[in-house]
């Protein structure tokens, strides 16, 4: 049945927040599930939290980042201000990007 047992079977999974040990030799848990399971994508929800003081009120989106093109597709290694300046339409004013 392979590494992951029911989960390969039944062909599902669901997985929250993993930490990665600091330090060489060490590889992310969520990257080995992604590669062993052959993932598609990740589904990352956000939403405003009840009692929260934050700059925008009412926030609900979902990002999904496709894995598909290799363990990363380089664009995070661009500069994002670069990036943004490719699509006007979309306002942007800074992004974080932590891998």
Excluded at 61 to 79: A, D, F, M, P
Aim: proline share 4%; net charge positive; charged share 30%.
């Amino acid at each position: 049945m392979g590494k992951f047992g029911i989960s390969q079977k039944k062909r599902c999974w669901l997985e929250g927040p993993m930490a990665t040990p600091i330090g060489k030799g060490h590889r992310s848990l969520s990257l080995t599930l992604r590669k062993e399971l052959g993932l598609y994508d990740n589904v990352r929800p956000c939403y405003s939290l009840l009692g929260y003081k934050t700059r925008y009120d009412d926030v609900n989106l979902v990002t999904i980042r496709e894995n598909t093109k290799g363990e990363y597709s380089g664009l995070e290694h661009q500069c994002c201000r670069e990036v943004a300046k490719k699509y006007p339409k979309i306002a942007y004013e800074e992004v974080i990007i932590d891998n």
